[in-house]
């Protein structure tokens, strides 16, 4: 048995919810995060007790359902995709989870919605959209966190591309990512790591 086997197997299900939330994703092939991933945005916003979360990249809503499960009884979870038929699925399970009333779907592109974002002082923000996109949502996003909040970001693996040498066939999202994870790293206003989770997840604290 593996180390990720044996994990799996210690680990108690996540709620029936989540479950048929993650098997329709996968049956779709609607890009969702780790089950593992979600157990840890779980316990991030647990033991933060976060209640001003920003998501970038909803789909089915299987990241925003974790994050929202564990809010404080008062907290918001705003996020952001410009997909209205992935929403609609994502509202639906939202509302079956009683956490509607918790999330602001907004249906528009990330950018645009982020030069004019007015709420600050968020506790966490998580990005799991678009990945040629990274450096302009990690740059727009850092100044909203309060100080000690987390800047969380999915893919930064890339299934091992990111870690292959490089090579001139790479896809541009391979190449992304590269950049992206040498710039999240050295952010001056983060204390950030890669850890492997998932696909790699990328965990940055803000400390000024």
Request: one cysteine or more; charged letters at 25%; a negative charge.
């Amino acid at each position: 048995m593996s180390d990720l086997e044996y994990l799996a197997k210690l680990h108690r299900p996540p709620p029936e919810i989540l479950i048929e939330l993650e098997e329709l994703g996968h049956r779709d092939g609607i890009p969702i995060v780790d089950r593992a991933v979600g157990r840890l945005l779980s316990t991030l916003v647990h033991c933060m007790q976060a209640n001003r979360i920003l998501e970038i990249g909803t789909a089915y809503g299987y990241s925003t359902l974790w994050m929202a499960t564990a809010m404080p009884p008062a907290g918001h979870l705003w996020t952001i995709d410009p997909n209205r038929e992935r929403t609609a699925t994502a509202v639906a399970f939202f509302t079956r989870a009683g956490v509607d009333e918790k999330i602001d779907v907004i249906n528009q592109p990330a950018v645009e919605v982020l030069e004019n974002f007015r709420h600050r002082n968020l506790d966490i923000i998580f990005l799991d959209a678009n990945k040629e996109d990274y450096p302009a949502y990690l740059e727009l996003c850092v100044p909203m966190l309060k100080r000690s909040g987390l800047m969380l970001v999915d893919n930064l693996l890339w299934s091992g591309r990111a870690a292959a040498p490089p090579s001139a066939s790479d896809e541009e999202s391979t190449r992304a990512i590269r950049a992206f994870n040498e710039l999240f790293l050295a952010h001056p206003l983060l204390d950030a790591t890669i850890v492997p989770v998932g696909d790699g997840l990328g965990i940055g604290a803000r400390v000024e």
